[in-house]
């Protein structure tokens, strides 16, 4: 069975960091591309970030690039996104998700306040 | 980066009624499209993926159509669990922004 499992949300001041990971299992993580989208409190979604299986393509939304860094162990079967310069603006719930949509995690939720 | 424009936005129908939720892109996405049903507090899952295929293990009352840049999901016969919202997804710029629509929420009447 695909299971993905995030950790790593909590709260944290603006300005702060925090590092979510994606545990998968139940499949052979090293083949599929993976994405993390967010939902805002109330909102719909948005996708963050992307990462090409080997690790070699990656991708942002312009309302992330240069704060946050995805990347993924394949000998771990974990993605990671590093989150830095937290805005109150990125409070959400962050969902790990494999290839295109197939499979989503529960989602760990991130709050960004003083 | 292509847009996906969802509507309704809500709507509320009757046990029975046939529901149906467009999605428009503005470009021509083929027909790399899904659709997820989310209910509250839980995370989305896929119903139909490539625009008409039916997710392994989802009721056959849910379909998909379309191509090129209108898209349409249809509940054949509404459920009262069918309550939740709706969202498409283009993903025809892999790898590149996966481009969500707004989402359409789905109430009983």
């Known amino acids: 069975e695909v299971q993905l499992v995030e950790s790593g949300g909590g709260l944290v001041q603006p300005g702060g960091s925090l590092r979510l990971s994606c545990a998968a299992s139940g499949f052979t993580f090293s083949s599929y591309e993976m994405n993390w989208v967010r939902q805002a409190p109330g909102k719909g979604l948005e996708w963050v970030s992307y990462i090409s299986s080997s690790g070699s393509t990656i991708y942002y939304a312009d309302s992330v690039k240069g704060r946050f860094t995805i990347s993924r162990d394949n000998a771990k079967n974990s993605l990671y996104l590093q989150m830095n310069s937290l805005r109150a603006e990125d409070t959400a719930v962050y969902y790990c998700?494999?290839?295109?949509?197939?499979?989503w995690g529960q989602g760990t939720l991130v709050t960004v306040s003083s | 980066d292509i847009q996906m424009t969802q509507s309704p936005s809500s709507l509320s129908a009757s046990v029975g009624d046939r529901v149906t939720i467009t999605c428009q892109a503005s470009?021509?996405?083929?027909?790399?499209l899904n659709w997820y049903q989310q209910k509250p507090g839980k995370a989305p899952k896929l119903l139909i993926y490539d625009a008409s295929n039916l997710e392994t293990g989802v009721p056959s009352r849910f379909s998909g159509s379309g191509s090129g840049t209108d898209f349409t999901f249809t509940i054949s016969s509404l459920q009262p669990e069918d309550i939740a919202t709706y969202y498409c997804?283009?993903?025809?710029?892999?790898?590149?922004?996966?481009?969500f629509g707004g989402g359409t929420k789905v109430e009983i009447k």
């Open positions: 470009q021509d996405i083929s027909n790399y």
């Open positions: 998700t494999k290839g295109r949509g197939s499979r």
């Open positions: 997804q283009q993903y025809d710029n892999l790898p590149g922004p996966l481009t």
